[in-house]
C-alpha cells in the first residue's frame, strides 16, 4: 500500500517538475520578447526625433549598411507589430495580479 502511494506521488512531483520547467522556459521567452519591444520602441522613438539631413545605418550581420531615413521607421514599425503579434496577452499571468494568486 505504501510503495503504491510513494509510486503515484513520485509521479506527481515529476509531472510538477516538469510543469515548472515549462513555466521558465515560457517566461524566459516572454521576457526577451518583452525587452526587444522595449528596446524597439525607443528606436522608433528616436527616429521620430530625426530629420532629413541624418545618416541611418542597419546592422546586417557584422556590417553597417547605409538605410533610407524613410524606410527605418516602416522596418521598426514592422519589428514592432511581429513582437507585439509573438506576445499572447493571457499567457502568463503577470506578477501581482489578484487573479494569479494561489490559495
Sequence with gaps: MAEL????LQGEV???QQLQKDLSKSMSGR???E????ENNIVKEELALLDGSNVVFKLLG???VKQE???APATVGKRLDY???EIPPGEIPAIGDP???CY
Excluded at 35 to 38: D, G
Design 5 to 8: 502511494i510513494q509510486k503515484k
Design 14 to 16: 515529476e509531472k510538477y
Design 31 to 33: 521576457q526577451k520578447l
Design 35 to 38: 525587452a526587444q519591444l522595449t
Design 62 to 64: 557584422p556590417v553597417l
Design 69 to 71: 531615413l524613410g524606410e
Design 83 to 85: 513582437i507585439t503579434a
Design 99 to 101: 487573479g494569479s494568486m
